[in-house]
């Protein structure tokens, strides 16, 4: 396996150069050579090329021996968090997606159901567009637990075979689905943004972002089955309720060795604090260094509570220590997409950036013009927070009446 | 420029500059503001090994000298002057020990220094003896085995701070600057107290306390070189020290202007950035030649030093006058270019210019040092 | 106590800069670093073997230069460093890398916990911790916010695990592999006298003919998934700025934000 360039092909034009997001090639006497040891041979520089000069060269086995035994994999499977017997949105927009991509390959949309006595919750998938739930209702699988949840899902995926499962990029669900994916040999694509389907060849598209957001990567899963992603909150829409549709619950059940967990789950901890969780927030007002002192967040939070959103934070407030780590948004806290994301007396650090530059409005508010995040901001009040904040806050309880 | 530093050199300067862009730049604006001793900072530092870079390897030390001392104190004080004070300060109490301690007075202060589990300070200067140094009034009455000291130093730096304190006393007040000596006393010592905590202009970051003494009781041990060569022991300890406050003005200096060029680059008036201005421009060219004439001056002096040279007071008197001068000159510079924004307290270069300020005026005055050189200079010429 | 850290060489990502021409990522010139949240492992490595005494080891896959960063943590106290270098990796993904890694692993002899950071921040993929969990059939804790309690006795650890709306207590036998996050620690700078060991240090380095892996696992033949295109995300639309008294400007908000908001 190995990529090459072609000599007589290569005109030393730069074109693969710049491309290169690896910053791995290098013309050399009027040709592009390549920097083995930094490619992650991506390809972007093969599509990139004019001239046809540079190619893959694959030989593999299993190239020639899978594709046969793909055909046997059908249907989209959408994995059904539940925390507490209740089903997390971002399964439903899941289902949402998994309706459309199930459509377009002509398959059936199945709902995954772990946990215990959640058989209502599965009729709710089937209202959510699912034509058949597999459930496996047991108190072993209450509350998620690494290797119970794995074995389970490996044991349903080798016995149903499907083309795609799709997962909520949540902490129960990197975690999940990442050693399900090495057990079973499957291809796996985190934090996809974007899924289509490939007609042609009956491929699911992944799309994520990657290097902080800076560059997109499209994925494909070519000779391995099922083609499994793992889906960021807030990005697909959700599935609307039709009470009248139908569908299937196939219930199944393992043995005792199949739920059986190395690791123990001693206590669940709620933060009372953490009153909206932040990644599944609509609305989020965020406070920075610009608050001066701890105390002013109330500020945020008097913001948030007039608009029902959640309190986020930016690395310099968190490690100031104004607030918890769980509400630091960016590169080393959270990633949040959500529709209106509102920063006040945050500069706007890269790092911040990354966290929360994909929210549909985002809104700044800072003392200094040249505040980077004013370059992000779809609107931007150049002011002061402490005088701008609480009249905003009485605004909003207005319209809203809260 | 390169200045040939070697591998240990640039270990020393990368490490300081990352603790000062990491752990210093955030704070020195609270410590600044609040005029509290950062003790979190000196943690690091002491955890970096950064004391130890001018103290001998049998010492705990690493094995360098005052190059060494230069290019870490200029790291950190481009992120605050005051800050970087707890070590440069420290190196400046630990010299006399280094120069005329005994093996016995090494072994006992040295280890703890050089790893930063204790800090030092130098105590010289008095109400009635600043520049004067020989008209100190502190007087050490043998009694014995011991020294009883009487009098009050002034605005020691590190002062309360520091465990180690070396302090020149007179034990003949009739001889003058001869009838000096230099001690070495622990804090705690039953008779050795603190005065309050100066409210300075600038450095706020640095602890500058009176040290009051009465009828405080040390062992003779505590000598350091002989009754009467407490004069040499400062100004021998000023020769090597002087480096190391040039080296801090280089970096306030350099720290000013690397902000302010960031600043220049955004600010735009008349719909362009300030920095396309020609007025600036040469600004900004000035100020760059300046700090790096001095910082080729100061690691001059500082290998000089570091190669054992003898007659070293002219020339380190030449890099702290001219590094000092300079930075003073520069950061009024870089306020300047910062408009009104620079003389608000909520941007961060008006702190540089502050603290500069102080670079001119202690450990010498530049009056002193212009002293100390024309009178070497004189001195030579008439041979 | 034998813990392992396995680190990975990335990108600087705040330094990556689009040129506005090209549409591309201006990759010259940005330094790599160690991924961030590594140091977070590296650092909790450090305090256990402070702690309980014993070695840490840290780990990387990558090209001949991660070498840098594995010095870099030797320079913060870690024992030993190890480079897991091939060609035969090339175009890995996080199957084929946490493959790899696990065979290094089995190489090293006997452990007691295996650290990764949370995710890498080039990837962002969070896959090759529970990766390696899985191929070395050893129980895992991912979001590991603390450490609550080691007992090398009776060989397990209890440890608060970061969740959405809180955090779990959960416990493991050793040995285990644990994904840490930031609020874990704060971690050390190195010291003078560690960046000297570190530059003498000697780096192990092993290939893939050192460990017993299937050849036809390994790199791209490993790796089911494959990068068909990447493309640089459409730049956000020039945003308005508001003018007005704190009053004008919370009233035109509230009116533009409605429909978003109700």
Redesign the interface.
Same mark, same amino acid.
């Given at each position: 396996m190995s990529i090459r360039v072609i000599d007589e092909k290569c005109g030393g034009c730069k074109l693969c150069v710049k491309t290169c997001p690896f910053g791995c090639i290098e013309v050399v006497n009027k040709k592009a050579v390549i920097d083995l040891d930094k490619c992650n041979l991506c390809g972007a520089c093969i599509e990139s090329c004019k001239f046809d000069a540079i190619v893959l060269t694959k030989i593999s086995p299993s190239d020639i021996d899978f594709p046969k035994k793909l055909e046997q994999y059908k249907d989209v499977w959408v994995f059904c968090e539940q925390r507490n017997g209740i089903i997390q949105s971002v399964a439903h927009e899941l289902l949402g997606k998994g309706r459309e991509l199930a459509d377009t390959l002509g398959v059936d949309l199945c709902g995954i159901l772990l946990g215990e006595d959640v058989k209502g919750e599965a009729q709710n998938i089937i209202h959510r567009g699912a034509n058949k739930v597999y459930l496996v209702d047991s108190p072993k699988l209450k509350h998620y637990q690494s290797e119970p949840y794995s074995k389970v899902l490996m044991k349903l995926i080798k016995e149903y075979k499907p083309e795609i499962v799709l997962c909520g990029a949540t902490s129960v669900g990197r975690s999940l689905i990442s050693r399900v994916a090495i057990g079973i040999h499957a291809g796996l694509t985190a934090d996809c943004t974007g899924l289509e389907i490939d007609k042609e060849n009956r491929l699911l598209l992944q799309t994520r972002p990657a290097f902080g957001g800076n560059i997109m990567a499209t994925i494909i899963c070519p000779n391995h089955r099922p083609q499994m992603s793992t889906v960021r909150h807030k990005v697909m829409k959700e599935a609307q309720v039709n009470n009248h549709h139908k569908g299937k619950v196939i219930e199944v059940n393992y043995g005792d060795d199949v739920y059986s967990s190395r690791t123990k789950l001693l206590d669940i901890v709620e933060e009372i604090e953490e009153t909206v969780n932040l990644t599944e927030a609509d609305i989020i007002v965020s406070g920075g260094r610009g608050l001066q002192k701890p105390e002013n967040f109330y500020l945020i939070e008097g913001l948030a509570k007039a608009l029902g959103g959640a309190v986020g934070a930016s690395r310099a407030a968190v490690d100031a220590g104004w607030k918890t780590y769980s509400h630091q948004v960016g590169q080393t806290g959270k990633t949040v997409c959500p529709k209106v994301y509102i920063a006040c007396g945050i500069s706007g650090q890269i790092q911040h950036l990354v966290g929360m530059q994909s929210s549909d409005v985002i809104v700044a508010i800072n003392k200094d013009p040249h505040a980077p995040i004013f370059n992000v901001a779809t609107y931007g009040i150049v002011g002061d927070l402490f005088e701008i904040l609480p009249e905003l806050t009485k605004k909003f309880k207005e319209v809203l009446k809260r | 420029m390169d200045y040939l530093l070697t591998e240990e050199q640039i270990m020393i300067r990368d490490l300081a500059r990352q603790i000062a862009k990491e752990k210093i730049k955030p704070v020195a604006a609270k410590y600044d503001a609040e005029g509290i001793f950062p003790w979190d900072i000196v943690k690091i530092l002491s955890e970096s090994d950064l004391f130890g870079i001018y103290i001998e390897e049998k010492y705990g030390g690493t094995g360098g000298g005052s190059m060494e001392l230069v290019l870490a104190t200029e790291e950190l004080s481009k992120a605050c002057g005051g800050i970087s004070l707890a070590l440069a300060a420290t190196a400046l109490g630990t010299y006399p020990i280094i120069l005329f301690g005994t093996e016995e007075q090494k072994m006992k202060y040295l280890p703890d220094l050089a790893k930063g589990k204790k800090l030092a300070a130098f105590a010289l200067t008095e109400a009635g003896a600043g520049s004067d140094a020989g008209a100190v009034a502190t007087t050490a009455t043998k009694k014995g085995d011991h020294y009883i000291l009487n009098g009050t130093k002034q605005w020691i730096t590190n002062g309360g701070e520091a465990e180690v304190y070396t302090v020149v006393a007179s034990v003949d007040r009739t001889k003058g600057a001869r009838g000096a000596a230099c001690f070495i006393v622990e804090k705690g010592t039953p008779g050795f107290e603190f005065g309050k905590k100066e409210d300075k202009m600038g450095i706020r970051a640095s602890a500058t306390r009176e040290l009051v003494f009465t009828d405080c009781k040390i062992p003779k041990e505590n000598l350091l070189g002989k009754e009467g060569a407490g004069f040499i022991v400062a100004m021998k300890t000023f020769d090597q020290s002087r480096p190391g406050v040039a080296s801090q003005a280089l970096g306030i200096a350099q720290g000013a202007l690397d902000l302010t060029v960031e600043y220049v680059k955004e600010r735009k008036q008349f719909g362009k950035t300030i920095s396309s201005f020609q007025g600036v421009q040469f600004m900004l060219a000035d100020m760059a030649t300046q700090i790096e004439a001095a910082r080729a001056l100061i690691y001059a002096t500082a290998r000089m030093l570091d190669s054992g040279a003898k007659k070293i007071s002219k020339d380190s008197a030449i890099a702290k006058l001219f590094a000092s001068d300079m930075a003073m000159k520069v950061t009024t510079d870089c306020v300047q270019l910062f408009g009104g924004y620079g003389y608000m307290r909520d941007y961060p270069i008006e702190k540089y210019m502050r603290d500069a300020k102080i670079t001119q005026i202690y450990e010498g005055t530049n009056q002193i040092q212009r002293s100390v050189i024309a009178s070497n200079l004189i001195k030579e010429k008439s041979k | 106590m034998n813990i392992i850290v396995c680190i990975k060489q990335v990108?600087d990502?705040?330094e990556?800069r689009?040129?506005p021409e090209?549409n591309?990522?201006i990759?010259?010139g940005?330094a790599c670093i160690v991924n961030?949240?590594d140091m977070y492992a590296v650092e909790e490595a450090i305090r256990l073997k402070e702690k309980f005494g014993g070695k840490v080891t840290v780990i990387t896959m990558g090209?001949?230069?991660a070498e840098e960063a594995l010095r870099e943590t030797i320079s913060l106290g870690a024992d030993e460093a190890v480079l897991i270098?091939d060609?035969a990796f090339?175009?890995s993904?996080?199957?084929a890398t946490? !493959?790899t890694l696990s065979g290094a692993i089995r190489t090293l002899g006997d452990y007691d916990v295996i650290i990764c950071g949370k995710q890498a921040?080039?990837?962002?993929?969070?896959? #090759?911790?529970?990766?390696i969990?899985?191929?070395l059939d050893i129980?895992?804790?991912? !979001?590991v916010?603390k450490i609550e309690e080691v007992d090398m006795e009776k060989k397990y650890m209890?440890a608060?695990?970061?969740?959405?709306?809180? !955090?779990?207590? #959960?416990?493991?036998?050793l040995p285990?592999l644990i994904t840490v #996050?930031?609020?874990i620690n704060e971690p050390?700078? $190195?010291?003078? @006298?560690g @960046?000297?060991r570190a530059?003498k240090a000697e780096i192990k380095k092993i290939g893939a003919k050192d460990m017993d892996l299937d050849p036809?696992l390994l790199?791209?033949?490993g790796?089911?998934?494959?990068?068909? @295109?990447?493309?640089? $995300?459409a730049p956000?639309?020039k945003?308005?700025?508001?003018?007005g008294d704190?009053?004008e400007?919370?009233?035109k908000?509230?009116e533009?934000? @409605?429909s978003?908001?109700?």
């Open positions: - | - | 990108p990502t705040t990556v689009i040129d090209t591309t990522l990759r010259s940005v961030p949240f090209p001949p230069q270098s060609r090339a175009g993904d996080t199957w946490s !493959y921040i080039d990837g962002d993929t969070a896959q #090759v911790g529970p990766g969990s899985a191929h129980p895992q804790i991912t !979001y916010k209890r608060e695990r970061m969740t959405e709306e809180g !955090y779990e207590i #959960v416990e493991s036998p285990c #996050v930031k609020e050390r700078l $190195p010291s003078l @006298k @960046k000297m530059k036809g790199g791209l033949n790796s089911p998934t494959k990068v068909v @295109k990447i493309f640089t $995300p956000r639309e945003g308005q700025v508001i003018e704190p009053k400007i919370s009233e908000l509230v533009l934000l @409605k978003d908001i109700l």
